[in-house]
């Protein structure tokens, strides 16, 4: 089935880094997102990681991919309060000829000074 | 370069009334999609449209709620006589259309629609 898990919420702290910890479930997934959510707005696509590739690096941001074990993480290097928002893991599922995305429920994200 | 935009903002509609949600994807893409996104959880996927054609409405109700993607103009979603349980955002996202599945969804802003 096609299912996307993440825990509810994580508080670190200002300067720390996030690990943000995803799991999902259908192996035929192609690429596999980060999403950033703040109140009141829209999605803003952080990063994205092809279903071959294992690690993505892009400024703060770095992605791993456990293929085997269907585990997707974000780490956030220094931790600011701007970084205080909802995240978003999902994995896209392609069918014969459509493309869906499928969200987790989303890591709530707060920051301590 | 704009990205996906969707309008309104906001709607406000009474019990009954029709509700219309409007897109208009990213220049140079072809496929939309929209989600629905209840109070404090992710987004479910509703439908993939490509142009004039829905490809997948696997997440759609099956009364009340419907969308297309004509020729020219916006997506459009529409739920007919909605009840107080289809107060939620309504996002839109728009991809382009190029050779490989799966290609990364741009969102728009969304519609937050409230029933009284």
């Known amino acids: 089935g096609e299912d996307v898990e993440q825990s509810l919420f994580l508080s670190v702290r200002e300067g720390d880094s996030s690990v943000i910890n995803c799991t999902y479930t259908d192996s035929s997934s192609t690429y596999l997102y980060w999403y950033k959510q703040e109140p009141g707005a829209g999605l803003q696509l952080l990063t994205y990681i092809f279903s071959n590739m294992d690690m993505k690096q892009d400024q703060r941001l770095t992605v791993l991919l456990n293929k085997k074990d269907k585990h997707l993480s974000l780490r956030i290097a220094d931790t600011q309060t701007g970084d205080s928002a909802i995240y978003f893991c999902?994995?896209?599922?392609?069918?014969?000829?459509?493309?869906?995305?499928?969200f987790g429920s989303g890591t709530r994200l707060s920051i301590r000074p | 370069n704009a990205g996906v935009m969707q309008n309104p903002r906001h709607l406000v509609r009474r019990r009954g009334q029709e509700a219309r949600l409007r897109c208009s994807p990213m220049k140079g893409h072809s496929h939309v999609y929209w989600y629905r996104q209840l109070p404090e959880e992710g987004l479910k996927f509703m439908v993939y449209?490509?142009?004039?054609?829905?490809?997948?409405e696997s997440g759609m109700p099956k009364e009340r709620f419907s969308a297309e993607f004509p020729k020219e103009g916006p997506s459009i979603l529409r739920i007919q006589q909605v009840v107080r349980g289809d107060s939620a955002a309504y996002f839109c996202?728009?991809?382009?259309?190029?050779?490989?599945?799966?290609?990364?969804?741009?969102f728009g802003d969304g519609t937050r629609l409230s029933i009284l």
């Open positions: 999902a994995e896209s599922i392609v069918g014969s000829s459509a493309s869906k995305i499928i």
């Open positions: 449209l490509q142009k004039e054609n829905i490809i997948d």
């Open positions: 996202a728009s991809s382009p259309e190029v050779e490989g599945l799966g290609q990364p969804q741009h």
